[in-house]
């Protein structure tokens, strides 16, 4: 059955670890990250972008493999199914498809318009019993062919935002999607500190976590971050995994060819990403 994520952030805040929201592509991907969630007792977050769901052939599709697959593997967990970065119409549709969680991602708006929309969003999600994610300041890099600098959120608007009653507030620190440029200069700590002091005790999320070092992610998590996602990082250990086997020739011995043969290296890696990251987000037996 899949939750709310208000409850796993609030338990996330007061004992001082993040759950992971790992960004979900397709069936092997969606059973990769419930099955090791489930393995290390952890709540888990799958996050579907705008596009992910589109791939996957709409978000009603999602939501059904979703919750047939946590009835059919024996999911226990807590597990909420959250769209990333959606628009106000995404939103719509994904609580229509059954959701548990939604962030609707305004920050390209003027911030009286994001203010007006999301007031809106979070009065249908509540009412719903859904959580709601909102965001101020762009995360840098591409997302769904969006593209932001990585700019660092005004604090004052981050108050505006959380005032509203969103669950969790995703707040640019200097983090980016995708890759790290080398000359990145990392995570704008005294600029997190400002967003904590204005906002209290709201949970806040870390967009962008492939790449950024375990201890700016460790310290990231003291000063208030409850929910980190990823989805490059799994992205790039499925693609090395699944060249390699290709590389090796394996393809080309017996039934090799076979889609369950041809991913099974790569789904392992995934697992073993989603493992290493619940660990070092401290999630494992907290579920």
Same mark, same amino acid.
């Not at 807590?78 to 119409?89: K, M, N, Q, R």
């Not at 090799?256 to 041809?262: A, C, N, S, V, Y």
């Given at each position: 059955?899949?939750?709310?994520?208000? %409850?796993?952030?609030?338990?996330?805040?007061?004992?001082? @670890?993040?759950?992971?929201?790992?960004?979900? +592509? +397709?069936?092997?991907?969606?059973?990769?990250?419930?099955?090791?969630?489930?393995?290390?007792?952890?709540?888990?977050?799958?996050?579907?972008?705008?596009?992910?769901?589109? @791939?996957?052939?709409?978000?009603?599709?999602?939501?059904?493999?979703?919750?047939?697959?946590?009835?059919?593997?024996?999911?226990?967990?807590?597990?909420?199914?959250?769209?990333?970065?959606?628009? @106000?119409?995404?939103?719509?549709?994904?609580?229509?498809?059954?959701?548990?969680?939604?962030?609707?991602?305004?920050?390209? @708006?003027?911030?009286?318009?994001?203010?007006?929309?999301?007031?809106? $969003?979070?009065?249908?999600?509540?009412? $719903?019993?859904?959580?709601?994610?909102? %965001?101020?300041?762009?995360?840098?890099?591409? %997302?769904?062919?969006?593209?932001?600098?990585?700019?660092?959120? !005004?604090?004052?608007?981050?108050?505006?935002?959380?005032?509203?009653?969103?669950?969790?507030?995703?707040?640019?620190?200097?983090?980016?999607?995708?890759?790290?440029?080398?000359?990145?200069?990392?995570?704008?700590?005294?600029? /997190?500190?400002?967003?904590?002091?204005?906002?209290?005790?709201?949970?806040?999320? /870390?967009?962008?976590?492939?790449?950024?070092?375990? %201890?700016?992610?460790?310290?990231?998590?003291?000063?208030?971050?409850?929910?980190?996602?990823?989805?490059?990082?799994?992205?790039?250990?499925?693609?090395?995994?699944?060249?390699?086997?290709?590389?090796?020739?394996? !393809?080309?011995?017996?039934?090799?060819?076979?889609?369950?043969?041809?991913?099974?290296?790569?789904?392992?890696?995934?697992?073993?990403?989603?493992?290493?990251?619940?660990?070092?987000?401290?999630?494992?037996?907290?579920?």
């Amino acid at each position: 059955m899949l939750v709310s994520a208000a %409850e796993m952030m609030q338990k996330a805040r007061d004992g001082h @670890y993040a759950v992971g929201q790992f960004n979900i +592509n +397709n069936l092997e991907w969606t059973r990769a990250v419930l099955e090791t969630a489930q393995e290390c007792n952890s709540p888990v977050i799958l996050g579907v972008s705008g596009g992910a769901g589109k @791939y996957m052939g709409g978000f009603k599709v999602v939501s059904a493999m979703v919750k047939a697959m946590i009835e059919t593997l024996g999911i226990t967990v807590p597990v909420a199914l959250h769209l990333d970065h959606g628009t @106000y119409d995404q939103c719509y549709q994904c609580v229509q498809a059954g959701f548990s969680s939604i962030m609707f991602d305004g920050s390209h @708006y003027p911030i009286e318009e994001n203010l007006a929309k999301t007031t809106e $969003l979070v009065h249908v999600a509540h009412q $719903l019993g859904l959580s709601i994610e909102a %965001e101020v300041g762009s995360i840098g890099g591409e %997302e769904d062919g969006v593209v932001g600098l990585g700019e660092c959120a !005004d604090p004052a608007e981050c108050k505006q935002i959380a005032d509203l009653g969103v669950d969790i507030l995703a707040a640019g620190i200097g983090n980016i999607h995708g890759k790290y440029p080398e000359n990145w200069p990392g995570l704008r700590f005294d600029v /997190l500190e400002q967003i904590k002091n204005a906002v209290g005790d709201m949970p806040l999320v /870390l967009h962008g976590g492939t790449g950024i070092p375990e %201890e700016q992610v460790k310290k990231a998590i003291d000063l208030g971050v409850c929910k980190v996602n990823v989805n490059t990082e799994c992205q790039l250990a499925f693609a090395a995994a699944t060249r390699a086997y290709v590389e090796a020739g394996k !393809d080309l011995e017996g039934k090799g060819f076979d889609p369950r043969k041809l991913l099974a290296d790569g789904t392992k890696a995934i697992k073993a990403t989603v493992k290493e990251k619940m660990e070092l987000f401290g999630s494992v037996n907290k579920a």
